[in-house]
């Protein structure tokens, strides 16, 4: 893994947090963008090498809507960029990791991407991701 890429937050109106997180990160949202597979809107913002990525649910049963029904907002996932998606998947695989998707899948931000399951991580949903060749 090269570095934490990003940390997703799921928020229940990005038209409340993205104001609140730019008054706090002291920098603006520098995109938004729907990701249709996930049935959610998101906004991103840079921290230094790192970006944070508010998830909005665009659909009443979708994933962060049932995440936060469950547990609220909040942190809802830590992503980590890696070189070669496939071959970190297999590797994982091999040492008793679960992965949510068997094969990467379209992701926000230009990002080919794979999801561990918590139950593996200590309760973090852990993403893997790759720029799109």
Known sequence: MLKVEHIGIAVKS?????????KL??????????VESEKVTTAFFRQGETKIELLESSD??????????RKG?????????VAD??????????????LLN?????GADNKLVCFLHPKNTNG??????????
Do not use: S, W
């Open 14 to 22: 990005l038209t409340d947090a993205v104001p609140l997180f730019e």
């Open 102 to 106: 068997e094969t990467p899948k379209p």
């Open 124 to 133: 973090v949903l852990v993403e893997l991701c790759m720029e799109k060749p």
């Open 25 to 34: 990160l002291n920098t603006p949202c520098y995109k938004t963008e729907p």
């Open 60 to 69: 009443p049963d979708g994933v962060i809507a049932r995440f936060i029904d």
């Open 85 to 98: 998606i496939e071959a970190e998947m297999k590797r994982l695989q091999a040492e008793g990791f679960v």
């Open 73 to 81: 907002e909040g942190m809802h996932h830590i992503a980590f960029e």
